[in-house]
């Protein structure tokens, strides 16, 4: 087996660099918990009004049609609503404790901090931003659109330093990091407001080829260190990561 001399063990934190790191996770924690209530608020009104504009392509509305044979049947709109963004507190709680647990277990350790952050800010950023939160309060969508763009980078970059923090082989920090900046920048123009420009347009035809792309390189990568560079726990935890790659695709 190989192994990479430059995979080094974590330190220990100092008791400043313990404290600041602190800071930092509540805050942080402060912040996405803040800007998810404020989406999901939106989101809770959003879906309890007929679809009208470009979101009449996304079957997570509801047609006026709809919420009239809803209200027939005798369930209301806001159940609907509740159901959906109910889900979505869940989810997000969920990753809180997760990310909480992995914080405060291993504060030493740089990649269980990247891991916290970037579960704590996807989860928070996942549900997409409400079309009424562009209409009323522009700035928030913006906001919540670049947190889910930094959740998304972070998720991208996570695929490639799995188990130990460090791009393997070398080299393909040169190509990942381009591959990442590309989804990115899909993000930001999935956007009400750039999604309809002409880079919008050819982003949107693009992005199937930059998912196998990065589906094809991140599983490649996993397989690289499984065979050449990990130890006996390493190539358990890549196991757990494969099998959640290849079940999100099923």
């Not at 190989?2 to 942080?28: C, E, M």
Request: net charge positive; glycine share 8%.
């Amino acid at each position: 087996m190989i192994r990479d001399a430059r995979f080094k063990p974590a330190t220990r934190l100092t008791d400043q660099r313990w404290i600041f790191w602190r800071v930092g996770w509540l805050a942080t924690n402060a912040l996405i918990v803040t800007l998810f209530i404020i989406g999901q608020w939106f989101l809770y009104r959003e879906l309890q009004l007929p679809c009208r504009g470009i979101c009449q392509d996304d079957p997570f509305y509801l047609t006026a049609g709809e919420i009239a044979d809803m209200r027939a049947s005798g369930y209301a709109p806001k159940l609907y609503a509740g159901y959906q963004v109910g889900l979505y507190v869940f989810f997000f709680l969920v990753h809180v404790i997760i990310a909480t647990l992995i914080f405060r277990a291993r504060p030493e350790d740089r990649l269980a901090r990247f891991v916290a952050f970037a579960l704590l800010i996807w989860s928070g950023m996942f549900p997409s931003v409400p079309y009424m939160l562009w209409a009323e309060a522009p700035a928030i969508a913006w906001l919540l659109t670049i947190g889910g763009t930094v959740g998304g980078l972070c998720f991208y970059l996570f695929l490639f330093i799995f188990p130990n923090g460090q791009f393997a082989p070398h080299w393909m920090r040169w190509f990942a990091l381009p591959l990442t900046l590309w989804g990115v920048i899909g993000s930001l123009f999935s956007s009400p407001v750039l999604s309809t420009t002409s880079l919008g347009v050819i982003e949107e035809r693009l992005w199937p080829v930059f998912l196998q792309l990065f589906v094809l390189t991140a599983i490649g990568t996993q397989i690289y260190r499984y065979r050449r560079l990990s130890n006996a726990v390493e190539r358990q935890q890549s196991r757990w990561v494969l099998f959640g790659i290849i079940a999100g695709l099923s």
